[in-house]
């Protein structure tokens, strides 16, 4: 889950290269979050496979509203390294 501050928007995605995929979204190669560089990672999870990634990204989607979003558990947030816990 990426936060855009200048927005106040969350972006829910799947992938398997979190830093390459970070990486294009904070280059405004991304149409649809170019507005909101710069975005910062403040959710990760790990699942077993790409079925599961896509399920859980819709579970998350289908919770809509900001208030239940924030309800999901950011104890992964990034240290000031950037790096994940």
């Known amino acids: 889950m990426l936060y855009s501050p200048c927005l106040n928007r969350l972006a829910v995605g799947q992938t398997q290269d979190l830093e390459s995929r970070l ?12 507005a909101g560089i710069p975005w910062v990672l403040i959710h990760l999870e790990k699942v ?8 859980k990204e819709k579970q998350i989607k289908n919770m809509g509203s900001r208030r239940d979003l ?3 558990d950011t104890s992964d947030r990034p240290d ?6």
Do not use: E, F, P, Y
Not at 48 to 55: E, G, M, P, Q, W
């Open 70 to 72: 924030q309800r999901i």
């Open 48 to 55: 077993a496979d790409r079925l599961a990634a896509v399920a």
């Open 23 to 34: 990486q294009r979204h904070n280059s405004g190669r991304n149409k649809s979050t170019k």
């Open 80 to 85: 000031d390294s950037g790096s994940v816990s």
